[in-house]
């Protein structure tokens, strides 16, 4: 029997991946590989390629020791050939090989190179998601809009997740509003589970540290797992310590504490390390006991089973060029506060800044910090993009283009969200603390000190009036506006475009 080539990439690290399935444990070799093309697309947080390579090494010697024959190249090997596709060619010069079964990648990118491959690559789907590819489109297929809430609502009836019977649960499909609650200090909050590094893990921590010294982000202190049994651990220290409280403060931001009760498992979820469905069933058994409320269960559950395959479909159906759209003809340039530099704004700041040091920052930090700035500013949705997917631990293309070009920014046109997330400076206050510190003033709407979310939010909804005054879910806003005496809403405007002039010059803002 001619042996084949089963490749296996860093963020398919399960032992039923399909490739492996349909593999011949005496025949094939897998090929792992640790590649420039893969860890230098973007800049990458240090962090995330340090996990990604140290799970990889870990996975690779547990299917050797399950008997595979693991072909498997780090990153510092002279000869490394740079790329997938290059490393599948070099290990098929040796084997012999002279086909290639491989898990069909999450990125287009990524697809296209495999197809272009200079040997025969057969792609299997990726079988690890709750909705095949088959299954989301058939959903999709002749609606006028993609909705989240009824594509979840199909995956609680498929999985029987929270139901009873035909019904779902506590007797609404969604809590979304009993998980709206601002946080308060509480030096008994554990936060997430954290891991001292290992020595393979300290191997590759000490290469992350010659090979990518000026990637944005720190790399030190490590404590993410990267193995199967930390990832469970680190699930179980959630459902135990986080889960009870998740729904409150789901929402909410504080100083000095930038984990609240979130889990920080979605990178185990996206390299493979956990199953999504198991752990869906993990949280509802959490509930049936009685150790958590429904909201938070609820909640939790909706992130994976609603809202991570909704994406994951939405990116798919939409092909290649979903992550360059630009509906909104937005182009100024990121600023460079998002990359660590100056800034009064103290939202921005704190969402920066625990970005750079744990490659982490929550959704609603994403969504309505981070995010909502970058479209109230009209930055450029491909930068936005590029940014979101370098500095994130659980970035991976197929689930952050949707959110970050979708939902943040809303440069699909709504494919995603059926109306823009924007909002002024007082969402901010409501969810937050950051506003006590900022230079700024949240209540200030003119004038010297006025909060810049306050003056670019109406800035954002009279230069695209035209697009979204007719949006039910806007109309409110528009009458808002048009109530305003004219002088008001004149210095509003001349005031925003004063701060967007001075931040696109590279003023400190």
Known sequence: ???????????????SVAALTAADKGADTVVMAEVRDEATYVGHHPKKIALIFAAMRKFAARLRKAGWQVAYTEYDDPCNAGSIPGELLRRADETGAKEVIATRPGEWRLIKALENAALP????????????????????????????????????????LLMEGDKPAGGKWNFDHDNRKPAKSDLFRQGPAAFAPDDVTGTVLDLIERAFPNNFGALRPFGYATDEAG????????????????????????????????????????????????TCQRVEAAWAAGDAPINAAEGFIRQILGWREFVRGVYFLEGPDYARRNRLNHHRKL??????????????????GQTRDLAYAHHIQRLMVTGNFALLAGINPNEVHEWY?????????????????GMSQFADGGVVGSKPYVSSGNYIDRMSDYCAGCAYS??????????PFNLLYWHFLDRHRDRFEKNPRMAQMYRTWDRMDAAKRETVL????????????GEVV
């Open 442 to 451: 949240v209540k200030a709407k003119v004038g010297e000190g006025a909060c």
């Open 121 to 160: 690559v057969r792609l299997l789907e990726d079988d690890r998601f709750i909705a095949s590819h088959g299954e989301f489109e058939a959903w999709a297929e002749g609606r006028k809009e993609l909705r989240m809430e009824y594509f979840y609502r199909e995956m609680r009836r498929k999985t029987g």
């Open 389 to 405: 997917l370098s500095v994130y631990i659980d970035a991976f293309e197929w689930v952050e283009a949707p959110n970050a070009v």
């Open 1 to 15: 029997m001619v042996s084949r080539l089963i490749l296996v990439l860093g963020d398919q690290l399960t032992p």
């Open 494 to 505: 001349e005031e925003a475009d004063a701060f967007l002039y001075r931040m696109s010059a």
């Open 231 to 278: 990832a469970q651990a680190a699930l179980d220290h959630f459902i135990e310590h986080g889960l009870p409280q998740f729904g409150d403060y789901q929402d909410a931001m504080l100083t000095g504490d930038p984990h609240l009760c979130h889990a920080l498992i979605s990178a185990y979820l996206n390299i493979g390390l956990l199953d999504p469905l198991e």
């Open 335 to 352: 600023p460079d506060m998002y990359w660590g530099g100056e800034t009064k704004m103290n939202c921005i700041a704190q969402a920066v």
